[in-house]
């Protein structure tokens, strides 16, 4: 079955540091893979997905992701972390092909800010 | 921009009573998904539907049932509410026909079970 593993439950940066969220998924195929954010009170917004036309994939807000089949992993960077960047961000994978796929997500990342 | 609404935001109840919490899509999306979110924890699907008349239990065992009588409605219902059912709930939306679609999220309800 398909699954998704964030590492580290909380990171915190300071402003203008690089952010650095892992995410390793587990599967021997390149599947569909997202990441979202989840601002306090609100419900999940997509920041990007990966379906295999680019390993380099941008996002809104800055951020992007890159897919390393060798690795497993799908990671989200930012260079320059800004306060409004502040919440809670979830990797997730879809967990096949067909149009009865669903979405796994993972446990979640709180990223903090430090001015 | 997604337009899914969940209402109410917020709901403070007794042990209980039955609860409804609507959501509803303008998107024509054939996918809808419930899942329970604890504060600062991973999301746990407990209901999806695949289009009109359609309705499946997720991954979570949960005492709540749905149903899906209108592509744009999906509603949940507790026929009695216990303290354990308090939470956050969230909807989601997707287009059916691909495994790549994102899912679009309400911003949820807040249940509080007292």
């Known amino acids: 079955a398909q699954s998704v593993t964030q590492l580290g439950s909380h990171v915190s940066v300071s402003e203008g540091a690089l952010v650095l969220l892992r995410c390793n998924y587990s599967?021997?195929?390149?599947?569909?893979l997202f990441w979202y954010v989840q601002y306090p009170n609100q419900g999940l917004q997509l920041l990007l997905k990966?379906?295999?036309?680019?390993?380099l994939v941008k996002g809104i807000n800055g951020f992007e992701a890159e897919f390393k089949k060798s690795e497993t992993s799908f990671h989200l960077t930012k260079p320059s972390a800004h306060m409004s960047d502040a919440a809670e961000y979830f990797c997730?994978?879809?967990?096949?092909?067909?149009?009865?796929?669903?979405?796994?997500f993972g446990s979640g990342t709180r990223l903090s800010i430090r001015p | 921009e997604a337009d899914i609404y969940q209402t109410p935001r917020y709901l403070v109840i007794g042990t209980g009573k039955k609860i409804t919490l609507e959501c509803s899509q303008t998107m024509g999306h054939d996918k809808m998904y419930w899942y329970q979110q604890d504060p600062g924890m991973e999301l746990h699907l407990i209901h999806y539907?695949?289009?009109?008349?359609?309705?499946e239990k997720g991954d979570l065992s949960s005492e709540s049932t749905v149903s899906r009588i209108r592509t744009e409605h999906f509603p949940l219902t507790l026929e009695s509410a216990r303290p354990s059912h308090t939470s956050q709930y969230l909807c989601?939306?997707?287009?059916?026909?691909?495994?790549?679609?994102?899912?679009?999220f309400g911003d949820g309800t807040r249940l509080s079970i007292l």
């Open positions: 990966y379906t295999s036309a680019a390993t």
């Open positions: 599967s021997s195929v390149p599947p569909y």
């Open positions: 539907s695949y289009g009109v008349n359609s309705t």
């Open positions: 997730a994978v879809s967990d096949g092909y067909s149009s009865a796929s669903k979405i796994i």
């Open positions: 989601a939306s997707s287009e059916a026909d691909r495994a790549d679609q994102p899912q679009h």
